[in-house]
């Protein structure tokens, strides 16, 4: 299986502030990656896909970027909606695995 | 609009048996692979198994081979995940996702159905 790394596990940030989580694969999955957005008691919301492109609705402040096995999501301005956790997933083989997950809290 | 509704979830004895159904509404289902991904309380996110959208490939965690089967009835926009042979640690919250076309990922997910497995 190709296991999925994040970093940090926790992140606290200030509003405004710009925000960069890592995701790491264990193997190259060429740009087959993912990043979703989960609040409390929600079902996950997907974010960026295929590496870097955005998906529908999203706002522009949310980027990502990597290929092979290194990856990054980018929150340009953190605003009070984005405190949440984000998991990043691989889809590269028919076993997606997600990393386990960076938590976004108010510092 | 993309609709998913699990039902199926609730209370079952360690070795027991439970069937997880996801309605499906606003695309064409049968052109859609699916998938059921689970949340353990707390915890972060399982790619359980995956069916293509005519159902002729099916792909299973190794943590749930042998004891859960997907399908799906495309006449009825249905997915179905039978659950045998059910442990403590398969307790969680369960989904269902769609993967998308020109995404391929999880691009609409069901709000989610929890299944405790305790005594």
């Known amino acids: 299986d190709i296991q999925m790394t994040q970093s940090p596990s926790t992140l606290s940030a200030f509003e405004g502030d710009r925000v960069t989580i890592t995701c790491r694969a264990s193997?190259?999955?060429?740009?087959?990656l993912a990043w979703y957005q989960q609040k409390p008691g929600k079902a996950p919301k997907l974010l960026i896909y295929k590496a870097s492109s955005l998906q529908s609705g999203v706002p522009s402040r949310f980027s990502g970027s990597g290929s092979g096995t290194e990856f990054t999501l980018t929150i340009s301005s953190l605003q009070p909606d984005d405190f949440a956790t984000y998991y990043c997933?691989?889809?590269?083989?028919?076993?997606?695995?997600f990393g386990q997950g960076t938590k976004v809290e108010f510092k | 609009e993309v609709q998913l509704l699990e039902s199926g979830g609730g209370l079952v004895q360690p070795g027991g048996s439970l069937r997880l159904s996801c309605s499906a509404s606003?695309?064409?289902?049968?052109?859609?692979?699916m998938t059921w991904v689970r949340q353990a309380p707390g915890k972060g996110l399982e790619s359980v198994s995956t069916?293509?959208?005519?159902?002729?490939?099916?792909f299973y965690a190794d943590s749930v081979k042998g004891r859960f089967t997907i399908s799906r009835d495309n006449s009825k926009n249905t997915l179905y995940l039978e659950m045998t042979s059910l442990r403590a640690e398969d307790t969680a919250v369960y989904y269902c996702?769609?993967?998308?076309?020109?995404?391929?990922?999880?691009?609409?997910w069901g709000q989610g159905t929890l299944i405790t497995v305790s005594s």
């Open positions: 997933q691989q889809y590269s083989t028919y076993q997606r695995t």
């Open positions: 606003g695309f064409s289902f049968s052109s859609f692979a």
């Open positions: 193997q190259g999955i060429s740009n087959w």
């Open positions: 069916i293509s959208g005519p159902a002729d490939s099916t």
């Open positions: 996702a769609k993967e998308g076309s020109s995404t391929s990922a999880f691009d609409y």
